[in-house]
């Protein structure tokens, strides 16, 4: 029951204070408002809202389309598949070979596919911002930054 009163609380506050004014912000849009909201997001109850009402300038939008395109996620996809497959032939190149230092094919590759990922998360990183790292899925993007 507390929990109610309190996410009604914040649900009316938020309300109260999502309206841009037509100064400084008025270059940027606003994006609509998500149905998560301070507490809940706090006490992870609910991971759905990526918005809450944040003012976004045309550039961060467009990255965030960009980001939730299926384009995008094919191609992120498609990226580590090859970077797998790109392991396994080395690692087989490697030991059938019997050396130490593969071909500059395979240190050409890595660097590619390192540029790519480091590109991929350099944009979602900028389309997120800092919800990137209590968003849904923030463990793998967390994990994404190891890697890398």
Not at 86 to 110: C, I, K, S, W
Not at 113 to 118: E, K, N, P, T, Y
Request: proline share 3%; charged share 20%; with cysteine.
């Amino acid at each position: 029951q507390v929990l109610q009163n309190k996410t009604q609380d914040i649900r009316t506050h938020n309300a109260e204070t999502t309206d841009c004014s037509q100064d400084a912000t008025s270059k940027y849009k606003k994006v609509s408002k998500g149905t998560t909201f301070g507490l809940e997001k706090s006490l992870g109850l609910l991971f759905q809202a990526e918005n809450d009402g944040e003012v976004m300038s045309p550039w961060q939008e467009k990255a965030r389309q960009l980001v939730r395109s299926t384009c995008f996620e094919t191609f992120s996809v498609l990226m580590i598949l090859l970077s797998t497959v790109h392991a396994g032939a080395q690692t087989d190149y490697q030991a059938r070979h019997l050396v130490m230092n593969p071909p500059p094919v395979f240190r050409t590759l890595e660097i590619v596919f390192f540029a790519l990922f480091l590109i991929e998360v350099c944009v979602r990183l900028f389309a997120y911002r800092g919800l990137y790292f209590y968003m849904w899925g923030w463990v793998w993007n967390i994990f994404d930054l190891v890697l890398i």
